[in-house]
């Protein structure tokens, strides 16, 4: 069975542009989650998908970033204009059901110039 | 407002030996924790969880144990080998917390398992 992907593994961006990260969670997993990790620090929760659905996006840092799941499928997380700050690691995460085991995709590593 | 916090940024251990790694939380909402380890360039990958219900609980090597009263946690790892190696992560997350069912990590805890 695969694992979580996510595309691209590395992304290095200037300062304004745009940048879209994409997640394929395990197929039949309706949840699917993202993740931040920023410069070593804990892994922050982004938003959370049930289906196409945003069930909770409380982590999302500003408008500036932007999560769709169209379908119930992938998804995509675009960051526009990417902030310094923005650089960390992005990962992706989905589970069969709520309060179950989530697994993770190796993440992206995005870096803003 | 870090609700969950691994106050040991490292641990070095012998090969064979006990592995300790701590956790603390401060929501007392949390009713499941989960402990996931991670290598480099790879995303985090589930290991052991425990819910609030049990005081302990075993995998192998691999043994958590809970003390809501404390809100602690602590992962054991019996004996360890050099494989071990690996940034470890403390999670938790409470249905009925204001976070629903997201994950809170902990910073993480680097071991390394020595020869």
Known sequence: ?113 | DQQVKQNSPSLSVQEGRISILNCDYTNSMFDYFLWYKKYPAEGPTFLISISSIKDKNEDGRFTVFLNKSAKHLSLHIVPSQPGDSAVYFCAAFGLNSNSGYALNFGKGTSLLVTP
Not at chain 1, 76 to 83: H, I, M
Not at chain 1, 96 to 101: D, R, S, V, Y
């Open chain 1, 1 to 113: 069975e695969a694992g979580v992907t996510q595309f691209p593994s590395h992304s290095v961006i200037e300062k304004g542009q745009t940048v879209t990260l994409r997640c394929d969670p395990i197929s039949g997993h309706d949840n699917l989650y993202w993740y931040r990790r920023v410069m070593g620090k804990e892994i922050k929760f982004l938003l959370h998908f049930v289906k196409e659905s945003k069930q909770d996006e409380s982590g999302m840092p500003n408008n500036r970033f932007l999560a769709e799941r169209t379908g119930g499928t992938y998804s995509t997380l675009k960051v526009q204009p990417a902030e310094l700050e923005d650089s960390g690691v992005y990962f992706c995460a989905s589970s069969q059901g709520l309060a179950a085991e989530e697994f993770f995709g190796p993440g992206t590593r995005l870096t803003v110039l």
